[in-house]
Structures are given as structure tokens and as C-alpha cells.
């Protein structure tokens, strides 16, 4: 009897070992504290309690009345956490006239803004100057893929500060085109940190939302010059996609990314890439390296997915983030603070 208990207490305890274990590992950097790149799990806790609640509660309310809320947030945040970093850069106007980011030609279909604004002014109102915005993005893209809401789709660490400049300018060199090869998207998300396996992971945001005509109709009518189609398209999906954009040139017509499942956060990219019907030419692209294949493979017939894509996103979203005295907290998202 005595050491049935025993047996139980010592699996017990391990268990809470091995818990604790795959929660520093899954967000440490080795030392136990659960810190990734000076972010960390709840940084507002004491100096803004209700931050993350009120983010939630807005998104949560937002998302059923604008559907497309979460493949605009959920895009949002990549863009910003590529260029310049996750440090609200992306939501910054121009200055003086000189573009900023938001001005340049992929922010074409960027939307969402004020609804991080609205967010923005709440939470100044509870406790000013203290939530930086690229946390309040990084969160509402977070809340927004999670609805309806049953648990956090990935964890976010807190404690960003906001950036003070913006550039049309950096975007196109940081910023992965649909045009891109498989080397450059590599060797793109390589210079950020990240690895083949994130980009695989992360590329499945394309679960949801869309993309305009512009962005794939090359592969449409003229690709080698034959007058044909990228023959790595499936050829009655390319049908399909020309009576989409029959004039592609001035189109503002747009089209799934997950053809028929673009509403809904799952696998169903990775079946569509093999079979042929990655609509972007940096989807398809996925497929032509043996181990990126694997993996397109491997997150098509298992859940390995949500927790890859988990993992992912936090990688993500520390990309060369500012911390303690670095950068600013802004007072609202669209302008940096006035200097004295
Ligand atoms: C791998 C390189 C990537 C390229 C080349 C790329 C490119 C694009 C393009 C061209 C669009 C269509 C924009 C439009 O026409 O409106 C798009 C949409 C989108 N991208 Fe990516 N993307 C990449 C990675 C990512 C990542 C890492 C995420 C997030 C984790 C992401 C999330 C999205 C979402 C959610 C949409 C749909 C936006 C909407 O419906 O408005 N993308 N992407
Ligand atoms: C994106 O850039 C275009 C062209 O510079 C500009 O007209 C448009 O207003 C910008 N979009 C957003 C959301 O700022
Ligand atoms: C990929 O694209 C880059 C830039 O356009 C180009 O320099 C490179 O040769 C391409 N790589 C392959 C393997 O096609
Ligand atoms: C990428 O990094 C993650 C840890 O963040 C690791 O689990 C994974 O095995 C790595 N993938 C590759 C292809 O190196
Ligand atoms: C297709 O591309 C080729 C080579 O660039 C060009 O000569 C031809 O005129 C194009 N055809 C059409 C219909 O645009
Ligand atoms: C996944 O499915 C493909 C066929 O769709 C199969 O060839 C492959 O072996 C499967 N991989 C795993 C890990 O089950």
C-alpha cells in the first residue's frame, strides 16, 4: 500500500518535472526563466493587469462582424516582425513625406489598423504609457486566429517596445515577395533567425485569407513564354484561377490562399500544396526542396502543425524586438512620440 503511494507521488512529481522542463525549453533560453530574446510570458502582470484581457475582449467582439480580421492581424504582425523587427514599425504614417513602411506596394491589402488603434486607446485609458503597440499587435493577431476562442492558438511573450522609424524603403529587401525561389526564401528567413522549419510552419499562415490577382496571375497565361501556365500548377486549378482574373493587370478581384478551407485555421494548406494548388509562386515553391517537401508531407497527415506553428510564431515574434530602454512605448500607433 505505502508503496503503491510512493510509485504514484514519484510519477507524479515527474510529471511536473518534465511539464516544467518543456515549458522552459519550448520558451527558455536555458536558464529557466522562460525568456525569449528579453520577452516574457505576461510582462504586464503587474503594470497593466488588464492588458492582455482587454486585447482579447475587443478582438473577440470585432472578429464576427469582420471576418477577415484575422488573415489581416495575422499578416500584419509577419510584416512588421520582418522589417525593422516586431516594434510596431508597420504602423507608423510617413514623416515629412518620406514613405513609411504601410505606403509601400505589399502593404497593399494591409488593413486592421484601427482596430489596434481602438485597442490602443483603451488601454491607454487604464494605464498610460505602459503597453507598447507592437505587443497589442502581436497579441489581437494571436486572438484573432484563435476565434471562436477556445485556448490561445500559440503564446505570446510580452515586453516589446515600439520602434521609431519606418521605411517604404527596407520592405522589398525584407520582406519575402510571392515571386520568390525556395533558396530565397530560405536564405530570407535564415537572416531572420528562423530555420527550414519555421519557414514550412509559418508559410501555413496561408490557411487563411487571400491574395489579389497581381500576386499569382503570371502564372496564368504566358509563364514560359508559350502562352501557357507554370506548368507546376495543377492545370484545372489554373483554369480556375483565369476565370477568376481574366484581367489580371487592373484586377482588384481576389482569391483564396486555401482554396475552400480559407476560412479556417488548419492543415488543409499542406494538402493543397501537394496537390499541386499553392496558389503563390512562394507556396509551390515549398515543394521543390527534399526536406522542405518532408515537411510540407509531414504537417499535411499529422497535427504536427498547431504545435510547429506554435513554436513558430514565438520565434517570430522576437525577431530583433527592443526591450528595457530600447525604443519607446508610443502614446498612440500611427505616430512616434514628440521629442523635447
Ligand atoms: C513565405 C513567404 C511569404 C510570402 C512570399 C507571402 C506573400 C503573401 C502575399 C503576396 C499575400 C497576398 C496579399 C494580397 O494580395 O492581398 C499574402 C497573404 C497573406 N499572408 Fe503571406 N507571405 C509569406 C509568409 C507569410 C507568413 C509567415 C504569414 C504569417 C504567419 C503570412 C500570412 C498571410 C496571411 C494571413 C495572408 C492573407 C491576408 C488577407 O487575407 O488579407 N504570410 N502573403
Ligand atoms: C499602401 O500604399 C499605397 C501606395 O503607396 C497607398 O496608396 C495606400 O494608402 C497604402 N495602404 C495603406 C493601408 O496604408
Ligand atoms: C532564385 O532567385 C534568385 C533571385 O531572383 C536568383 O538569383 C537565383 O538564381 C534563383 N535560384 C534558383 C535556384 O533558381
Ligand atoms: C528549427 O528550430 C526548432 C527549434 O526552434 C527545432 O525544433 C527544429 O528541429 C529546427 N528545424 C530544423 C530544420 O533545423
Ligand atoms: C508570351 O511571351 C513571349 C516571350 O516573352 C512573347 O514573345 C509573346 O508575345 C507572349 N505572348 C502573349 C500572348 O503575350
Ligand atoms: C503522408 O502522406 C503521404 C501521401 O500523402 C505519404 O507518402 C507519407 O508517407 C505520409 N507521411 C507520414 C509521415 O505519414
Redesign the pocket.
Known amino acids: 500500500m505505502m508503496r503503491a503511494r510512493n510509485i504514484v507521488f514519484v510519477f507524479l512529481v515527474s510529471l511536473l518535472v518534465l511539464e516544467v522542463f518543456r515549458v522552459c525549453s519550448a520558451y527558455g533560453d536555458g536558464d529557466g526563466d522562460g525568456d525569449v530574446a528579453g520577452l516574457r510570458l505576461n510582462f504586464y502582470a503587474e503594470s497593466c493587469p488588464n492588458a492582455e484581457i482587454i486585447v482579447k475582449g475587443i478582438i473577440l467582439s470585432r472578429v464576427p462582424t469582420n471576418p477577415t480580421l484575422p488573415a489581416k492581424l495575422l499578416r500584419m504582425h509577419f510584416h512588421d516582425c520582418f522589417v525593422r523587427g516586431c516594434d510596431a514599425s508597420v504602423l507608423l504614417n510617413a514623416v515629412n513625406n518620406v514613405p513609411a513602411e504601410k505606403d509601400s506596394i505589399p502593404n497593399a491589402s494591409l488593413s486592421g489598423f484601427d482596430v489596434i488603434d481602438d485597442i490602443k486607446t483603451v488601454i491607454e485609458n487604464k494605464c498610460p504609457g505602459v503597453v507598447s503597440c507592437a505587443d497589442i499587435l502581436a497579441l489581437a493577431a494571436r486572438d484573432a486566429v484563435s476565434f471562436p476562442y477556445i485556448s490561445n492558438k500559440w503564446e505570446v511573450l510580452t515586453g516589446r517596445r515600439d520602434g521609431r522609424v519606418s521605411l517604404s524603403s527596407e520592405v522589398n529587401a525584407n520582406l519575402p515577395s510571392p515571386f520568390s525561389n525556395f533558396s530565397t526564401l530560405w536564405q530570407l528567413f535564415s537572416s531572420k533567425g528562423l530555420n527550414l522549419t519555421d519557414l514550412v510552419s509559418l508559410s501555413g499562415g496561408h490557411t487563411i485569407g487571400v491574395a489579389h490577382c497581381a500576386t499569382f496571375s503570371n502564372r496564368l ?2 509563364f514560359t ?3 501557357d501556365a507554370d506548368p507546376s500548377l495543377n492545370p484545372i486549378y489554373a483554369q480556375f484561377l483565369r476565370s477568376q482574373c481574366p484581367n489580371p493587370a487592373n484586377s482588384a478581384t481576389t482569391v483564396e490562399l486555401d482554396p475552400g478551407s480559407s476560412k479556417s485555421f488548419d492543415k488543409n494548406y499542406f494538402n493543397i500544396l501537394l496537390q499541386n494548388e499553392g496558389l503563390l509562386q512562394s507556396d509551390a515553391a515549398l515543394l521543390k526542396d527534399g526536406n522542405s517537401f518532408q515537411l510540407v508531407e509531414r504537417f499535411s497527415n499529422s497535427s504536427d502543425f498547431f504545435n510547429a506553428f506554435a513554436t513558430s510564431m514565438v520565434k517570430m515574434g522576437a525577431i530583433e524586438v527592443l526591450t528595457g530602454y530600447a525604443g519607446e512605448i508610443r502614446k498612440r500607433c500611427s505616430v512616434v512620440n514628440p521629442t523635447n
Open positions: 497565361y504566358n513564354g508559350k502562352g
